[in-house]
């Protein structure tokens, strides 16, 4: 997959300046006017600047009431922001819907399909909605559903509802393609079917923006990364750039016969329970320490590992919450 190294603007699919995004929670009745008013609001977006370019599948993260489905609906264009511009293919999302609509793919987190149709008769209704669509019978191949083109919507199963789903965002041979966790519940089978058919997409230049809650996901498909918590951009960069000042874990049951106060680790932090965790930046010189400190002790359960995602993104949630 293409790298997004040295972008300009003009390869921005994708723009997010300032934006903010409120919900009124509260309301009272003004005995004068007769109307509610609102007496309370929540921001679940609190000024997130954002960008994805042209050619990159950029995965943007969230812990639990982070923010990020409202932003998603934000640039799918479904409500306008409370404060803050957004910009998909150089239009407002709302105001110029016309001129965006046709450009995008989006696969909701789930939805619906009219019950009484076909598999084929699904795909060409929504073939007949499009300005340049790709073949019905080469999507339906694409997904592995032409042997099921007979068949009714409702007798699908979860994973090949979920499949026909990506083959009808991808029918528009989109410029901008919107996944909100596309893969829940797919076999991996369907899963490695679709992200060939995300990442070819990429490969001819189109931007696509991921929302998932599987972090490997993210770390072997993404060019970059955000993960949001309170509204806002925690982290956001290439994994590298994200990983960088996290450090890397040596794990190892710990040895009855070894005396730990002889273990040397410059630079490395030492945790001594049942359990010993090292955490180090410099990770093959500590764990070649480490093995030359158990000489030919064997280290029960021994695990060495470098940053990880997954490491990021528990620290990010479990940072306390803080008003905007």
Do not use: C
């Not at 922001?81 to 150089?90: D, H, N, T, W, Y």
């Not at 019978?137 to 409702?154: C, P, S």
């Amino acid at each position: 997959m293409p790298t997004a190294a040295g972008a300009t603007r003009t390869d921005e699919a994708i723009v997010l300046s300032g934006v903010r995004r409120s919900y009124t929670t509260a309301s009272r009745l003004n005995l004068l006017s007769g109307r509610r008013v609102p007496t309370a609001s929540f921001e679940a977006v609190r000024g997130v600047d954002l960008s994805v370019r042209r050619g990159e599948l950029f995965a943007l993260l969230g812990t639990n009431g982070a923010g990020k489905t409202s932003t998603v609906e934000l640039i799918e264009g479904l409500a306008r922001p409370s404060a803050g511009e957004i910009r998909v293919l150089g239009h407002d999302p709302v105001a110029e819907r016309g001129r965006v609509r046709f450009r995008t793919g989006v696969v909701l987190q789930s939805s619906g399909f009219p019950s009484a149709l076909t598999v084929a008769e699904m795909a060409r209704l929504w073939h007949g909605t499009l300005t340049r669509p790709l073949p019905v019978d080469a999507m339906l191949e694409a997904v592995d559903l032409a042997g099921r083109a007979d068949v009714e919507t409702n007798k699908l199963s979860g994973g090949e509802r979920r499949r026909l789903d990506v083959a009808l965002a991808l029918m528009a041979d989109p410029e901008v393609l919107i996944l909100d966790e596309p893969t829940t519940g797919l076999d991996p089978e369907s899963r490695r079917t679709i992200w060939g058919l995300v990442t070819g997409l990429v490969e001819r230049g189109s931007a696509v923006l991921l929302t998932t809650h599987y972090l490997e996901e993210a770390e072997q498909l993404a060019d970059r990364i955000a993960i949001m918590h309170a509204g806002v951009i925690a982290r956001e960069g290439t994994l590298a750039e994200i990983v960088a000042d996290t450090p890397s874990r040596i794990t190892f049951t710990r040895p009855e016969h070894l005396d730990l106060a002889r273990l040397e680790t410059p630079g490395a932090r030492v945790h001594v329970t049942d359990e010993i965790v090292i955490e180090t930046p410099t990770l093959q010189d500590t764990l070649a320490r480490v093995l030359a400190w158990a000489g030919d002790e064997p280290l029960g359960s021994l695990n060495a590992r470098v940053a990880s995602l997954e490491q990021v993104f528990l620290a990010v949630a479990d940072r306390p919450l803080t008003n905007a």
